[in-house]
Nanobody, 118 residues
Framework: QVQLVESGGGLVQPGGSLRLSCAASGFTFSFYLVNWYRQAPGKERELVATITSDGGTTNYAESVKGRFTISRDNPKNTVYLQMNSLKPEDTAVYYC???????????WGQGTQVTVSS
């Protein structure tokens, strides 16, 4: 059974840190590019960070560059999103997505809530 399960969300004060995890099962995770997205209430889903299948290349949205770091541990079938210097505008549900081009496959997790508030 294919699964992507996010964890690590919660309530944190501005300036604080959280580390999100995205754990995969049921497919060959190391073949997949992984994205983190987020969606705040009333807003469209936003791409936050991307990591290639081998972890060699990463990309970030301008709004999180220098504060967030995406990484992966393929033997553990897990991708991480380290979030530092959190701001209230980072409040959202965070989702991970795994994508493979050939054959075309795409899997989403169920999301984890991050709330940044004093």
């Amino acid at each position: 059974q294919v699964q992507l399960v996010e964890s690590g969300g919660g309530l944190v004060q501005p300036g604080g840190s959280l580390r999100l995890s995205c754990a995969a099962s049921g497919f060959t995770f190391s073949f997949y590019l992984v994205n983190w997205y987020r969606q705040a209430p009333g807003k469209e889903r936003e791409l936050v960070a991307t990591i290639t299948s081998d972890g060699g290349t990463t990309n970030y949205a301008e709004s999180v560059k220098g504060r967030f770091t995406i990484s992966r541990d393929n033997p553990k079938n897990t991708v991480y999103l380290q979030m530092n210097s959190l701001k209230p505008e980072d409040t959202a549900v965070y989702y991970c997505k795994a994508t493979r081009r050939v054959p075309r496959r795409e899997y989403w997790g169920q999301g984890t809530q991050v709330t940044v508030s004093s």
